[in-house]
C-alpha cells in the first residue's frame, strides 16, 4: 500500500516535472526571470541585513522606519486575504459563478502570503529573533504579534483548504476555507490597526484604515484572480471555456463594485483631512500638489481607479482582454498606493508643532536599489510559485461550470 | 476662553473662601493661554499630574520607586549641547544617532528674545506607545523605576517602536543590533550606584533637573508640586503619560 502511495507520488511529480519542461520557450523564459529576480532578490535582502547592514542598504531611515519593504508586504498580504475571500464566494458560500475560481485562487492566495512574508523576513534587522521571541516573549498588545499569528494561521488552513481541494474532499476544504477566511479577515484588518493604532501618526491613526484594508482586500482579490486566470490560460494555450469565462465576467462585476467602495473611502479620507489640522493638511498637500502627486492622481486615481473602472464597464464583462489589462493597471497602482499610503504617514516630522529649525522641512524618503531588488525578489517568488503551481497543481483547460449554470456566452480570447 | 475666565472670576467673587479647585480652574486657564506661545501642551502641575495618574493617585501614590523624571528648565539652555556630548560618550551612541538633543527654535519677529532651545529624549511614559507596539517585549516599562527599557538580545528590528513613538526617541543601533534610546542612564550611572544622569550633570545651566518624582524631598517632586510657574509636557495630546516636564524658572 505505501509502496503504492509512493509510487504514485513520484509519478505525479514525474509528470508535473515533464509538464513545466514541456511549457514552451515563453513560459520558461518568464519561469527563469522570475526564479533568476527571486534569487536577485533574497541574495540583495540577506546580503543587506547581515552583512552591508540595512542602514547602508535600504532607505528606511529614522525618520521614516516603515517604507517600500513594509509597503510590499502590505500590497502582499491585502492580496493574498483578497484573494481568499474571493474564493470562500464560490468555494464556502456556494455562489456557483464565482467556483470555477476558487482552487486558483486558494493556491494564489497561499503564495502572495507567502511573497509577503519573504519580503518582511528580509526587512527585518533580526528575522531568527521573531522565530523565537513570537513564543516565548509575546506582547498581546501588540498588533504586529496579532499579526503574525494570525496569517500564520490563515497559510495553515489555506494549505489544508487547498490539500482537501486536490483530494476533492469539498466537505474539509470548505471548513478549512472557512477557517482561513476568518483568520484571512481578522489579519487584514489587524494589519490596519497596525498603523492605525499609533496615535502620534495623525495621518493612520483611527479606525479607517483596518475597514479600508478589507475592501480594498477584496478589490485586489478580484483584480489578480482576473488576471492570473488569463495569464494561466495563456500559459495553457488555451481559450476560456464558458464556465470561466462566465465566472470571469461574475468577478469582473464585483471588482467595479469594490472600486467604487474604494473610491469612496478614498475620496473621504481626502475631504475629511482638509478639516483634520495642519499636520493632514501637510500631508494632503504632499499628495495633491507635493512630492506625491504624480504617484497619487496618475498611479493611484488615475491608472488605479478611474482608467480601470472606465475599462471594466467598457468590457461589459465579455471582453477578458480588456478585463485584463484594467485588472494589471490596479495591481500595478495599487502597489504604489501601499507604498504612498505607509510614507506619507510619515512625512510630517514629529516635532513639525514645536516651529523648531530640526524638524521644520517635510521627511523624504527615496527607495534605494538593494530595496527595490528585495521587492523584486517577493515578485519573483510570487511569478514562479504561479507559473509552477499552475503546472503542478491546476489543469486550466478542464475548469467545470456546476450543472445547471447559465452560459452567458462571451467573447472569450483572452 | 474668555467665558470660562470669566465664570471662573465670578466663582472667586461668590466666595471669599477660595476653595484649591476653584484656585486650579484658574491656573489652567491662564497656562493654557501660556500654552499658545510656548508651542507645546501647557497645564499647571496639578492638573498635569491628573493627566498623568488615575484620579486620586496623584497625591497619594506614583507607580514607581523612584519615580524616575526630569524637568527641564527650558529657558535656561544656552544650546552649548554638552548635554547631547556628554550622552554620546557616556552611552557608546554612534554618531548616526542620538538619544537626546537640543532644538532650536528661532522666532525673527518676536519681542526682546529672538529664540530659544528646547531639549528632548526618550519621554519615559507611562503608557508609552511604543511598548505597546513591540510584539515581543524587547522593550518595556521597569517595574520598579518606571524607565523604559530595551532587552538588546529580543529585538527583531521591526521597528515598529520608532514608528509609534511620538517624541522620536528610538533608532536603531546596528553595533547592538537592536533598537536604542534614553535609558535615564541606568545601564551606564544607575544602575552602579550613581544618582545623576549624564546630560544632567555636565549641564552648565542647570537645565535638567533629575530625581524621584515620587520622593517629596527631591527637587524634581518640588518643581513639579508647586503652582507658581507653569509646567507642560510634549505631545500630551497621545496620552503617553510623559515624565519629562518643561518649565521656565
Known amino acids: 500500500m505505501g509502496c503504492a502511495e509512493n509510487s504514485s507520488l513520484t509519478n505525479h511529480i514525474k509528470d508535473a516535472y515533464s509538464r513545466v519542461l ?21 541574495i540583495s535582502g540577506i546580503y543587506s541585513i547581515f552583512i552591508a547592514g540595512s542602514r547602508h542598504s535600504y532607505g528606511a531611515s529614522r525618520e521614516i522606519p516603515l517604507a517600500m519593504l513594509i509597503a510590499t508586504y502590505t500590497f502582499f498580504v491585502i492580496t493574498s486575504t483578497g484573494l481568499c475571500l474571493v474564493s470562500s464566494i464560490g468555494h464556502i458560500f456556494g455562489v456557483r459563478d464565482f467556483m470555477p475560481i476558487a482552487k486558483r485562487a486558494v493556491l494564489l492566495s497561499a503564495i502572495t502570503i507567502l511573497s509577503g512574508f519573504l519580503v518582511i523576513g528580509l526587512e527585518l534587522e533580526n528575522p531568527f529573533r521573531l522565530a523565537i521571541y513570537m513564543f516565548v516573549s509575546p506582547n498581546f498588545s501588540s498588533n504586529i504579534w496579532w499579526m503574525g499569528v494570525l496569517y500564520a494561521f490563515e497559510l495553515i488552513f489555506l494549505a489544508i ?28 484588518s489587524n494589519l490596519g490597526g497596525v498603523f492605525a493604532m499609533l496615535q502620534g501618526r495623525e495621518y493612520w491613526y483611527g479606525p479607517y484604515l483596518p475597514i479600508f484594508f478589507i475592501a480594498s482586500a477584496l ?40 472600486l467604487a467602495v474604494v473610491m469612496f473611502f478614498t475620496i473621504w479620507k481626502m475631504v475629511t483631512m482638509t478639516v483634520g489640522g495642519t499636520e493632514t493638511i501637510l500631508v494632503i498637500d504632499a499628495l495633491v500638489k507635493g512630492p506625491f502627486a504624480f504617484n497619487f492622481w496618475i498611479l493611484e486615481v488615475g491608472l488605479g481607479m478611474i482608467v480601470p473602472f472606465a475599462l471594466l ?4 464583462g465579455r471582453r477578458i482582454g480588456i478585463m485584463f489589462i484594467a485588472a494589471a493597471l490596479m495591481i500595478f497602482s495599487f502597489f504604489f498606493a501601499r507604498l504612498d499610503m505607509v510614507v506619507v504617514g510619515e512625512i510630517v516630522p514629529l516635532y513639525w508643532d514645536l516651529g523648531v529649525k530640526e524638524y521644520s522641512v517635510l521627511n523624504t524618503y527615496t527607495p534605494r536599489w538593494r530595496e527595490i531588488l528585495v521587492v523584486l525578489g517577493g515578485i519573483g517568488f510570487c511569478g514562479i510559485a504561479f507559473m509552477f503551481g499552475e503546472k503542478i497543481f491546476m489543469d486550466s483547460g478542464n475548469a467545470r461550470r456546476p450543472e445547471g449554470a447559465e452560459s452567458e456566452g462571451a467573447d472569450n480570447e483572452p | 476662553m474668555i467665558k470660562k475666565l470669566l465664570e471662573a472670576e465670578n466663582l472667586f467673587k461668590k466666595s471669599e473662601k477660595i476653595s484649591e479647585m476653584d484656585r486650579r480652574e484658574f491656573l489652567k486657564i491662564g497656562l493654557a493661554v501660556t500654552g499658545v506661545f510656548a508651542g507645546g501642551s501647557i497645564v499647571s502641575a496639578v492638573s498635569a499630574a491628573e493627566k498623568m495618574f488615575p484620579p486620586g493617585t496623584y497625591v497619594e501614590k506614583y507607580p514607581y520607586k523612584p519615580h524616575y523624571s526630569m524637568v527641564i528648565r527650558v529657558d535656561q539652555c544656552i544650546g ?13 551612541v554612534p554618531d548616526y544617532g542620538w538619544r537626546t538633543r537640543v532644538l532650536e527654535k528661532e522666532v525673527s519677529d518676536a519681542i526682546g528674545q529672538k529664540g530659544e532651545f528646547i531639549p ?6 507611562n503608557n508609552p506607545p511604543c511598548v505597546r507596539a513591540c510584539p515581543v517585549t524587547a522593550t518595556y516599562k521597569d517595574k520598579q523605576n518606571g524607565i523604559v527599557m530595551m532587552n538588546n538580545k529580543k529585538c527583531i528590528g521591526c521597528k515598529i517602536c520608532i514608528a509609534a513613538c511620538p517624541y522620536d526617541a528610538r533608532y536603531y543601533n546596528e553595533e547592538k543590533g ?8 541606568f545601564e551606564s550611572k544607575l544602575s552602579h550606584g550613581e544618582k545623576n544622569v549624564a546630560c544632567s550633570v555636565i549641564c552648565p545651566t542647570d537645565v535638567r533637573v533629575f530625581g524621584d518624582l515620587s520622593n517629596p524631598q527631591d527637587r524634581v517632586y518640588k518643581l513639579i508640586h508647586q503652582l507658581q510657574k507653569p509646567v507642560w509636557v510634549l505631545k500630551k495630546e497621545t496620552d503617553a503619560k510623559p515624565n519629562i516636564f518643561y518649565m521656565k524658572g
Open chain 1, 219 to 258: 478589490m485586489m482579490g478580484c483584480a489578480s484572480i482576473i488576471f492570473f486566470t488569463v495569464i494561466a490560460y495563456r500559459i495553457e494555450e488555451k481559450s476560456l471555456d464558458d464556465a470561466m469565462a462566465s465566472s470571469l465576467a461574475a468577478v469582473g462585476k464585483l471588482t467595479m463594485i469594490m
Open chain 1, 161 to 188: 483548504e487547498f490539500i482537501f481541494i486536490m483530494i476533492d474532499n469539498h466537505k474539509v476544504s470548505a471548513a478549512a476555507g472557512l477557517f482561513a477566511l476568518f483568520f484571512g479577515i481578522a489579519a487584514i
Open chain 1, 313 to 316: 464597464m467598457g468590457s461589459g
Open chain 2, 80 to 92: 552649548c549641547r554638552r548635554c547631547m556630548n556628554a550622552c554620546v560618550s557616556t552611552n557608546s
Open chain 2, 120 to 125: 528632548i529624549l526618550c519621554n519615559q511614559c
Open chain 1, 22 to 42: 514541456s511549457g514552451g520557450p515563453v513560459y520558461l523564459f518568464l519561469a527563469c526571470l522570475f526564479f533568476v529576480l527571486f534569487i536577485i532578490g533574497v
Open chain 2, 178 to 185: 537592536a533598537i536604542d534610546k534614553c535609558d535615564f542612564c
